[in-house]
């Protein structure tokens, strides 16, 4: 049973389709941890041009998928997570490898553990599974930040 549904998870995020790169969350610990579920499917718009024939996930898409894990554990998070009119800009990516194609019919989870929040600032380390081989495996730093209206 998910802790947070596909409609919770899209009510959590900023993100709006086609970028949403989370389809549920399986646990959460405020301030800890997360692990959520990310189906690939071969309807996802970014396979019509990477690559025809030969389809597979964009490792910035992965990259994404961590950040709006991040993002969900933080707006959980009592005291250092994102407040109304904030948003997380990612600032950072430290040792991100990526092992292994992900490709339309997998089932990415993701792990992600926060190392550290240093005021405004958190670093969190990503392992990216498929079927329980590593995927992607990264360190993220993050910031929280007010959402900025432009004028109209």
Known sequence: MPVMNSEE???ALKQK??????DCVT???AGKSIRVIKNVTANEIHFL???PGHSVMP????VEAIGQSASILFTKTTGTGTRPGE????GSIQEMRFLKPVIPGDRMEIDVHVSKFIGDFAIVEAVVTVDRAEVAKGKLGFARRPLQVSPE
């Open 9 to 11: 998870v899209q009510a």
């Open 17 to 22: 389709f086609p970028m949403i790169m989370v």
């Open 49 to 51: 041009g990477h690559f």
């Open 87 to 90: 948003f997380l800009v990612l």
């Open 59 to 62: 490792g910035t898409l992965i």
């Open 27 to 29: 646990s959460l610990e």
